[in-house]
């Protein structure tokens, strides 16, 4: 158990739809970045947030897009599906400075 | 860019036996992380072992260790006495140490398999 959980587990969606994800960090970290994992493959980094403020994006598209909240959980938010969305949604947390970061259990996202 | 590149797809390893994953990587940084995460089929991302590539020493824990070659840009991690539950895929990882993001570049991972 890392302290960090995200909802739901998993979620079906259709393409063409919103999704919203959620992370809740481990307690004292205000530092939460997302990834994506498609099938077989290495997570990719798709943004973090530090403090309420985005500071640090990888190479996905703008309908791709989060927040960071005052307690410091977060929510991941894709607009306008595709069906190479699906994936597991990892998030991870860390505190500012600290050289590692905790991993939440992961939303599987199935795009139909 | 930094790239993290895991050439085999698959290792097998008898119960209690070594087993050696491998890890290259690319970066023009003198200072960095390196680590190695598993990933059981729970999903969860476990964080195994980290190394600070300006030490020269090796890290350990407990029955996991690494062999860093930083001229080489080679960071393999060994399990010793494996067990049932080493099984898992285990993903190498890279992280700058300059700079506020904290963005960790994953190699594709090697599915491990522990025969008993």
């Known amino acids: 158990e890392t302290g960090v959980t995200q909802s739901p587990t998993h979620l079906i969606k259709t393409r063409g739809q919103q999704v919203t994800l959620r992370c809740s960090s481990q307690?004292?970290?205000?530092?939460v970045s997302w990834y994506q994992q498609a099938l077989g493959q290495g997570p990719q980094f798709i943004f973090q947030y530090y403090r309420e403020e985005e500071n640090g994006r990888g190479n996905f598209p703008p309908r791709f897009s989060g927040l960071q909240f005052p307690n410091y959980s977060s929510e991941l938010n894709v607009n306008a599906l595709e069906l190479d969305d699906s994936a597991l949604y990892l998030c991870?947390?860390?505190?500012?400075?600290?050289?590692?970061?905790?991993f939440g259990p992961g939303t599987r996202l199935t795009v139909l | 860019a930094q790239t993290v590149t895991q050439s085999q797809p698959e290792m097998s390893v008898q119960e209690a036996e070594t087993v050696t994953l491998s890890c290259t990587y690319d970066t023009s940084e003198s200072d960095y992380y390196l680590f190695w995460y598993k990933q059981p089929p729970s999903r969860q991302m476990i964080l195994v072992i980290r190394q600070e590539a300006y030490k020269q020493q090796n890290a350990t824990e407990n029955r996991f260790s690494v062999n860093f070659q930083k001229a080489a840009k080679s960071f393999s991690l060994k399990i010793s006495d494996s067990q049932l539950g080493d099984a898992a895929m285990y993903f190498c990882a890279y992280r700058r140490k300059i700079g506020a993001n904290s963005k960790l570049t994953f190699g594709k991972g090697i599915t491990l398999s522990v025969r008993p």
């Open positions: 307690s004292g970290h205000n530092t």
């Open positions: 991870a947390s860390k505190r500012g400075g600290a050289d590692t970061q905790y």
